[in-house]
């Protein structure tokens, strides 16, 4: 019982010093108390400090939320770096003994900066995780500055720390490790020689159970391999592997664009057109993001032209992608007017712009939807024209060509039409009204199964942060209601001594 | 097992075997064993020695032999066999080409490896192979030029162009594919004529299906369950009249099952 008491007040308490643990560490930025030999050293890289002491906070209690507080300060520490601030934080967290492996990282990281690794006071645990965090902000800094191959060396040194563990904790930290590692490679122009580590790196992260580095891992491997249009490699990876479902947002939306590019490309246009549209919807769009809506718009303009549809003309008003999108736009009018001549003439004068953007191929393939817009707009307009009409309007080569084009078309469904061969001309068949038809109905339930989608996965996706410390202190207030009422009820019970001199024997 | 080969050796009737199959009457049936002579001793050599991946002029050797009996299965007619040996080449010509230089042959094969995938319809295939193809390949040179072209035409539904490429062929190995695509053709037309015409005369139909004696436009017409009258010398398609507006019970009991699944879920 007492010590139910005691637990119960231990609760409380850790409640309350967690807050008043939060409190202190946003506005004051110290630590412990034995810090004051360091303390202008401390102030010094206090943004840096407060970041880790954000990093340590979530290893502590094992809550991710508070890493992903500690790399959201990356951005801003990003902007102010200074170099010995930096040198100070590892060397103050650098003589631990009992991690060899992060402290020789840490050396490294020294010896990268150009300074000589120091023998610090302090000889604290430290953790994997601090050292990568600091290794993540010096790559940033790397990166910045253009130290391309200082970079790949670092990045190389810190996943093989990140391998070597396999602390959950490491989990958001390790996959922007990864992120770096490939980042450095690419513009190193030694992309192929990174794989063998991500492969290894996604065995090792789908067999702990690392969903972040796993779905990190998953989008860099696909880049890769889009990189050097290994798309039949990078089809394989996408069937075979399991994409965890509760990856980040902006993973996600990464990972549904390329795999909506790859499916353009092996013709599967309605799947490819779902993907990308919700790799737009999933990602953010401010201004850090243009870049990415800008290239998901594209393929999504050139993948619904392909199936047929013509987008919006309110897509292409967006601020953001107004001029990005111009080529698509020319190229959106010529499909939709069905004129051949025009499309040839956007496709050859932007043509340098489609192959930096990788769509050359598939605009290429557009040619076939240019003839079938043509066809189906004559079809609208006329009851009947005849073959030789047809193949002056659409400028084709000749009406036997035009004939079997028709024909095709008719066949595929794109019209519904009929042709008299010998007096040489096409009959549209007679309207119906599509009320009739199940059309509606089809498109109902289209929307309707998404906003049930939408519906689902938003409640799956609810999150409620405090419910842990809420149920342990429910449970407490439980506990000690209980005791007062067993307390009450032992007190207004026993008063003539008996069961307390038999208490009192038994401890004896 | 007669004894490993070296490498000279094996070059050597390489050498010979090309020239036989170069000659205007190769003995195909003579040159089947001579192949699978090579294939065996070089995979010994590769057994051999661990530094056979690396040695250019091993690699050079096996990318010959295999192109060797690429050809060869075209030459008779295998088409599985071609299919396989365009795999195991494809190390050899995309990518960093394990360090060699381009092959005489190399664009001829891509070009042979499309029509293959053309003439089965897989459509899928041919598309990704050719974003692998450099682009100023896929512009001027003739060997991939003629199926990319083919392509188009396909999927305009030209197939006259079609019927016409047939003789504009870059080598003469083209021809087998061509062939292929011929029959698969028809059969689109076939089935493009019978949605599209109520009834066609029997010379129309001759000429519309790249037929050039009524005896197989028969024959043709009776596989497909055409109605032919030959005292009007016509033939009538079957034109399968689907009620649009019929009531597709089943979808929409599905649907709706679905929907009332759904709003039960919601709390």
Sequence with gaps: MSTNSAASMEVEATLEQTQAETRRILLEGTWAPDAAAGRNAVCRHANITRSIRFVQRGIAAAETHYTYRALRTLSSLRKRFQPDALAEAIAAYGACDNAPATRDCLAGMLRLLGLQPAVGPRAGACEPEVCLFLGLLLLLHLLDGGHHERGVELSELLIGLASGSQRRTLDPIASRIYFYYARFFEVAGRLSDARPALLGALQAATLSGMKETKAMLLTLLIRNYLHYKLYDQAERLTAKSDFPADAPNNLLARYLYYLGYIEAIQLNYSQAQMHLLEATRKAPSNAATAGFQQAAHKIYVIVELLMGNIPERSLFRIRTLRKPLLPYLELTRAVRVGDLNRFQDVVSRYESKFLSDNVLVLVQRLRHNVIKAGIRSINIAYSRISLRDICLKLHLDSEEDAEYIVAKAIRDGVIDASIDHEKGFVRSAEVHNVYETSDPQYAFDKRISFCLGLYNDSVKAMRYPESNHRKELAHAIEAIKRERELAQELENEDYDGDSDEDAMDEDL | ?267
């Design chain 2, 1 to 267: 097992m007669p004894a490993s080969a070296s490498i000279q050796d094996i070059g050597a009737r390489y050498e010979q075997a090309r020239a036989a199959l170069s000659s205007p009457n190769p003995n195909l049936e003579a040159l089947k064993p001579q192949l699978s002579q090579l294939k065996v001793g070089l995979v010994q050599l590769a057994m051999q020695s661990s530094q056979a991946g690396s040695d250019p002029t091993f690699m050079a050797l096996q990318r010959n032999v295999t192109e060797l009996g690429a050809e060869f299965s075209i030459k008779t007619g295998d088409i599985a066999a071609f299919e396989r040996y365009l795999a195991q080449l494809e190390p050899f010509y995309f990518g960093d080409r394990m360090g060699l230089g381009e092959s005489k042959v190399m664009y001829p094969l891509i070009g042979l490896n499309l029509l293959r995938m053309l003439s089965e319809n897989l459509i899928a295939d041919f598309h990704t192979m050719l974003e692998r193809i450099d682009l100023e390949q896929l512009q001027t040179n003739p060997f991939i030029v003629h199926p990319v072209k083919l392509e188009q035409a396909l999927m305009e539904g030209s197939y006259k162009k079609v019927w016409q490429a047939r003789s504009e062929v870059p080598t003469p190995e083209y021809v087998f594919f061509m062939d292929i695509l011929m029959s698969t053709i028809r059969n689109e037309v076939a089935s493009c004529v019978e949605k599209s015409y109520a009834s066609l005369p029997f010379d129309d139909a001759k000429s519309v299906l790249f037929f050039s004696n009524l005896d197989g436009l028969l024959k043709f017409a009776n596989e497909r369950q055409w109605t032919v009258s030959p005292a009007e010398k016509r033939i009538t398609f079957q034109t399968a009249a689907e009620d649009a507006r019929a009531f597709q019970g089943e979808s929409i009991m599905k649907q709706t099952l679905a929907y009332a699944r759904e709003l039960e879920r919601i709390v």
